[in-house]
């Protein structure tokens, strides 16, 4: 099936430094891809729908400046956590759709950020 | 709005012992339905979905799902529960544009 790889898996930080993270569709072209957060022992919670070519569509309550989002080819969408504090510290979880084949979701393997 | 309720935020079974996991939700038409698995640190694994069709749906590990209309319930199950199967259990909407996520369920499986 398709995959979703998400890199790094884990990273710490430095309390206001910016910390990337990138999301790419391996072996299927990803027009959408979608970042989640998720906070210890809580479900998921949509942040925003990156669009290739496009600014990124970001849910209410999360502010874009914080949370950059570039989608600049079909297969790689990047999360930019600028100026990162503790509190930005969770499980950051993209997904991507796979329009051409079962149209199915699928997910990355999530990425753990620390910010100390 | 559409919304997803797991009822049950953490069970307990012991290893051998049948399982349900409740899941309902909220939409106008029929929806898109998931049941995710989440180990700790670990990202989402598809256990099984329902487009259409057949409203019992066999998914992989031994999990199946009944679609409920009239409950609007997609219940997970599973005859004998694995010490492996300890995880968290996400129940999901799609309404054709967004995913909706449940709160999940922590399972935890006794000796």
């Known amino acids: 099936g398709a995959v979703v790889s998400q890199h790094p898996s884990w990273v710490i930080c430095k309390s206001g430094t910016s910390v990337k993270i990138e999301c790419r569709s391996l072996d299927f072209q990803a027009t959408t891809m979608f970042w989640y957060r998720q906070f210890p022992k809580q479900s998921l919670m949509l942040m925003a729908t990156?669009?290739?070519?496009?600014?990124?569509?970001?849910e209410q309550g999360v502010e874009k400046d914080k949370f950059l989002i570039n989608h600049a080819s079909l297969t790689l969408s990047t999360l930019t956590v600028t100026s990162a504090h503790p509190e930005d510290s969770s499980f950051y979880i993209c997904?991507?759709?796979?329009?051409?084949?079962?149209?199915?979701?699928?997910f990355g393997e999530g990425s753990r950020l620390t910010v100390l | 709005a559409q919304s997803v309720t797991q009822p049950d935020i953490h069970i307990t079974v012991s290893e051998g012992a049948s399982l349900e996991l409740r899941c309902n939700y909220s939409y106008g038409a029929t929806p898109y339905l998931f049941w995710y698995v989440q180990s700790p640190g670990q990202g989402l694994q598809l256990l099984l979905k329902y487009f259409s069709g057949d409203t019992l749906v066999q998914g992989i590990k031994g999990f199946e799902a009944e679609f409920k209309r009239s409950q609007s319930s997609f219940n997970l199950r599973k005859p004998s529960v694995h010490w492996s199967d300890a995880a968290e259990y996400f129940c999901a909407v799609e309404d054709g544009n967004q995913f909706y996520f449940g709160t999940g369920t922590s399972l935890t499986v006794i000796p």
């Open positions: 990156s669009n290739e070519g496009s600014k990124a569509t970001y």
């Open positions: 997904s991507a759709r796979d329009y051409r084949g079962t149209g199915e979701l699928f």
